[in-house]
């Protein structure tokens, strides 16, 4: 018995150490957000006014060529246009 209730008291200890809470920002219906955040303000990304989106990259195809003289086919985001794989590094 003391073994559970030393468990349940550790985790409940871990649990406070996040420091996560819910939203307090008010639904379209007049209900508290269920989102947990951890933001200072307290709001989540969906209530936060200052929340920017961060930009997507868009992946492209690779600009390489294989040993076989072929277009390589792996995707990259890299700015080079290169892959892992022919990235040249000098």
């Given amino acids: 018995m ?10 409940l200890i871990a649990g406070v150490g996040f420091a996560q809470t819910q939203c307090v920002g008010v639904t379209k219906d ?6 947990i955040t951890k933001n ?36 990259t985001k890299n700015l080079s246009g290169f892959c892992h794989l022919h990235i040249k590094n000098d």
Avoid: E, M, R
């Fill in 2 to 11: 003391k073994k559970i209730k030393l468990s349940v008291a550790a985790l």
């Fill in 30 to 35: 007049s209900n508290q957000c269920k989102n």
């Fill in 40 to 75: 200072v303000n307290k709001l989540c990304h969906i209530h936060n006014p200052n929340y920017v989106k961060k930009a997507k990259i868009k992946s492209v195809v690779c600009s390489g060529i294989t040993k076989k003289n072929n277009n390589c086919k792996n995707k």
